[in-house]
Each structure stands twice: as structure tokens, then as C-alpha cells.
């Protein structure tokens, strides 16, 4: 699965650089959703959006399974587990330390897709709200 990864990857990239394929959506693209606290725009819903599709049309029948195979396994490992292990550490902290306040910054990734961190919080009973770029807080 690795070695399957890392040449879909590398053939990504390089048709990228030829210009026979284009990412959809571009970084300021994100950054604007983000910043608007549109979390549920059609970008972040993609949990692929946080690692590279390896199920395309152009793959031999004989790799469709080692594609979805790694994909699931990128998606559980990378994304679902981590954002678990994030959201836990989160309301440990709380947890540890009632009344005091906390300020958590996370990468636009981890509130991307399904089992967000914020979908953690949120099945612990947290309230989670978005602060938009230059409020104050």
C-alpha cells in the first residue's frame, strides 16, 4: 500500500505540474471558507481533501481494490483517528481543569470532512463555537 501511495501520489503531482489535471478548489479558496466559518462548504467536506485520491478512473481493475483499500486506511489513520485522539485531548483538558479557559487553534484540516474534531466536542456535549478573523474574543 505504501509503495501504491507513494506512485499515485508522484503521478498526481506530476499531472499537476503538466497541467492535464486541476485541483478544484485553491488554497485561498480555503483560506476564504475558513475565514467566513463556512465549515460546511463543499471543500471541506471531502475527507480527501487531506490526503490524494488514489480511486480515479484510469486505474487497471487489479489496483481499484489496493486504491480503495489504501484510501480507507489513509482516511481512518490519518484523519479519523487523529482527530479522535485530538478531540479527546481536548475535554481532558476542560475536564482537568473546570472554570479555567482554554484557547485551541487547529489547522483548517482538522475541521474538514466527517469526525471533525469539532464532531468530538460536539458527541462529548461541547459547545463549539467559530470566531471569525479579527474578532475579538
Given amino acids: 500500500q505504501v509503495v501504491f501511495a507513494l506512485n499515485q501520489t508522484l503521478l498526481q503531482q506530476e499531472r499537476l505540474r503538466a497541467g492535464s489535471v486541476q485541483i478544484p478548489y485553491t488554497t485561498e479558496d480555503l483560506i476564504k471558507h475558513y475565514n467566513c466559518g463556512d465549515l460546511s462548504s463543499i471543500i471541506f467536506n471531502h475527507d480527501t481533501s487531506q490526503v490524494p485520491n488514489f480511486i480515479n478512473a484510469t486505474l487497471p481493475a487489479c489496483e481499484h481494490i489496493t486504491a480503495q483499500e489504501t484510501d480507507s486506511y489513509f482516511r481512518q489513520e490519518l484523519i479519523y483517528k487523529r482527530n479522535e485522539r485530538m478531540g479527546r485531548r481536548v475535554k481532558d483538558l476542560l475536564e482537568e481543569h ?24 460536539r458527541r462529548e456535549g461541547y459547545e463549539v463555537e467559530h470566531t471569525p478573523a479579527g474578532q475579538a474574543i
Avoid: Q, Y
Fill in 98 to 121: 473546570p472554570g479555567k479557559s482554554f484557547f485551541f487553534a487547529f489547522g483548517a484540516g482538522h475541521f474538514m470532512g466527517n469526525n471533525t474534531v469539532i464532531d468530538v466536542l
